[in-house]
T-cell receptor, first 116, second 113 residues
Framework: EPEVTQTPSHQVTQMGQEVILRCVPI?????FYWYRQILGQKVEFLVS????????KSEIFDDQFSVERPDGSNFTLKIRSTKLEDSAMYFC??????????????FGQGTRLTVV | LAKTTQPISMDSYEGQEVNITCSHN???????ITWYQQFPSQGPRFIIQ???TKVTNEVASLFIPADRKSSTLSLPRVSLSDTAVYYC??????????????FGTGTQLKVEL
């Protein structure tokens, strides 16, 4: 079964440092997403990406965040200067189609980011 | 996106059938109903999706009444490994690469021996 893979599984970083979280979406999918989940809280949408550009972003996704699909397979989330409150599980997801049936999202296993 | 309401938690025993109901009173004509499952420290996993009546797959059944204002996820003969959070989501695919999924708090299902 195809799957979304994320690396690393766990990252510890010091406050103020930059981190890059990496994802390899399912190869024929067209829409890519980052979500985060703070421990014990809801899964929150961060950003969606289609046709090599951001299609929607949440208020969480401020100037500290950026996404990129540098080589047609990897999809990265960069946090420029991490804060303690950025500590969370970050999930990458991909979807094949844009409408109606078949819009199930495939999520990766997540990267646990711990900012100290 | 239609707002959903589902119970915060449910308890069951192994071998029982579990039915989790979700209310979505303002569901739109083009909206589909989708359920996801999430285990601790893992990403959500798609379970089932439907538009109306009944949908069944190897994991679950989804019952949707004619007015579509609610839906019920049915898990037959649950086991300990079905202990997870179950999310009901309602929405349609948006043009231009939307499809943002809005997760609520979900239903924490706990299955015991």
């Amino acid at each position: 079964e195809p799957e979304v893979t994320q690396t690393p599984s766990h990252q510890v970083t010091q406050m103020g440092q930059e981190v890059i979280l990496r994802c390899v979406p399912i190869s024929n999918h067209l829409y890519f997403y980052w979500y985060r989940q703070i421990l014990g809280q809801k899964v929150e949408f961060l950003v969606s990406f289609y046709n090599n550009e951001i299609s929607e972003k949440s208020e969480i996704f401020d100037d500290q965040f950026s996404v990129e699909r540098p080589d047609g397979s990897n999809f990265t989330l960069k946090i420029r200067s991490t804060k303690l409150e950025d500590s969370a599980m970050y999930f990458c997801a991909s979807i094949l189609t844009s409408g109606g049936r078949g819009t199930e999202a495939f999520f990766g296993q997540g990267t646990r980011l711990t900012v100290v | 996106l239609a707002k959903t309401t589902q119970p915060i938690s449910m308890d069951s025993y192994e071998g029982q059938e579990v039915n989790i109901t979700c209310s979505h009173n303002n569901i739109a004509t083009n909206d589909y109903i989708t359920w996801y499952q999430q285990f601790p420290s893992q990403g959500p996993r798609f379970i089932i999706q439907g538009y109306k009546t009944k949908v069944t797959n190897e994991v679950a059944s989804l019952f949707i009444p004619a007015d579509r204002k609610s839906s019920t996820l049915s898990l037959p003969r649950v086991s300990l490994s079905d202990t997870a959070v179950y999310y009901c989501l309602v929405g349609e695919g948006l043009t231009g690469g939307g499809n943002k999924l809005t997760f609520g708090t979900g239903t924490q299902l706990k299955v015991e021996l």
